[in-house]
C-alpha cells in the first residue's frame, strides 16, 4: 500500500512539473520579441546610406509620377536579393484610406477566385521566399520580357488593367527587384524609367 502511493505521489509530482514548464515555456514564447522584417516600419528597414538615398529619389519620382498620371494610389517594394530594403505606400488605396504595403488591391486577371486581393508586402514575401519572381512565376500569362544588355539590362513583368495593376521590374546583375501595386492603371514605360534612372543610371 505504501509502495503504491508513493508511485501515485511522484507521478502527480511529475504531472505538476510538467504543466509548470509547459506553462513557463508559453510564456516565454510569447513575451519574447519577435522580430519580422515584413512587419517592420517602412522606413526602419537598416539599409546602407548609399542605398537609402536611391530610395529616397525613387520614393520621390515615384510620387511625381503618381500624381502626374492621375493614379489614386500606389504600394511599392524594392527587393534586394533575398531581403526587402523598401516598402511604402503613395496617395489613397482603393478604400479610400492612405495606401501603406497593406492596402489590398485588385487585379482581376492575377485572382483566381473574385474579389481576390493582393498586398504589396505579401508580394515583396512571396518574392523573397521563391527567389525567383515570385506571382511573375506563378502566373503563366505574366511572361518575362527583357530590356537591354549588361549592367543595364531590365527584366519586366506587367499587367495594366482599368481597376488594378502590377508591375514588376528586375535589374538582374545589380540583385534588384521593384514591385508596383496600383489602384488603376499604370503604364510600363514612365515607371520602369524611374527604376532605371534610380538604379542603373
Given at each position: ?184 492603371p499604370v503604364e510600363k514605360a514612365p515607371f520602369s524609367e524611374a527604376f532605371v534612372k534610380t538604379f542603373l543610371?
Amino acid at each position: 500500500m505504501r509502495g503504491r502511493r508513493s508511485i501515485i505521489l511522484l507521478a502527480l509530482l511529475i504531472l505538476a512539473l510538467a504543466v509548470v514548464l509547459a506553462a513557463f515555456a508559453f510564456q516565454t514564447g510569447h513575451s519574447a520579441p519577435q522580430f519580422d522584417p515584413m512587419k517592420t516600419d517602412p522606413m526602419k528597414i537598416h539599409v546602407d546610406p548609399a542605398l537609402q538615398g536611391k530610395l529616397q529619389a525613387l520614393e520621390a519620382r515615384l510620387e511625381a509620377l503618381r500624381q502626374e498620371r492621375h493614379v489614386p494610389g500606389l504600394s511599392v517594394a524594392v527587393v534586394q536579393g533575398q531581403e526587402v530594403v523598401y516598402l511604402k505606400g503613395l496617395g489613397s488605396g482603393p478604400d479610400g484610406r492612405t495606401a501603406t504595403p497593406d492596402t489590398a488591391y485588385t487585379v482581376p486577371s492575377m485572382n483566381r477566385r473574385a474579389g481576390q486581393t493582393w498586398t504589396i508586402r505579401d508580394l515583396a514575401h512571396l518574392d523573397v521566399m521563391t527567389g525567383r519572381g515570385g506571382i511573375a512565376e506563378s502566373r503563366p500569362y505574366l511572361g518575362w520580357h527583357s530590356e537591354g544588355s549588361g549592367d543595364t539590362r531590365l527584366q519586366w513583368s506587367s499587367v495594366c488593367e482599368k481597376d488594378g495593376s502590377l508591375l514588376y521590374l528586375k535589374a538582374p546583375e545589380k540583385g534588384l527587384a521593384l514591385i508596383l501595386l496600383a489602384s488603376g492603371p499604370v503604364e510600363k514605360a514612365p515607371f520602369s524609367e524611374a527604376f532605371v534612372k534610380t538604379f542603373l543610371g
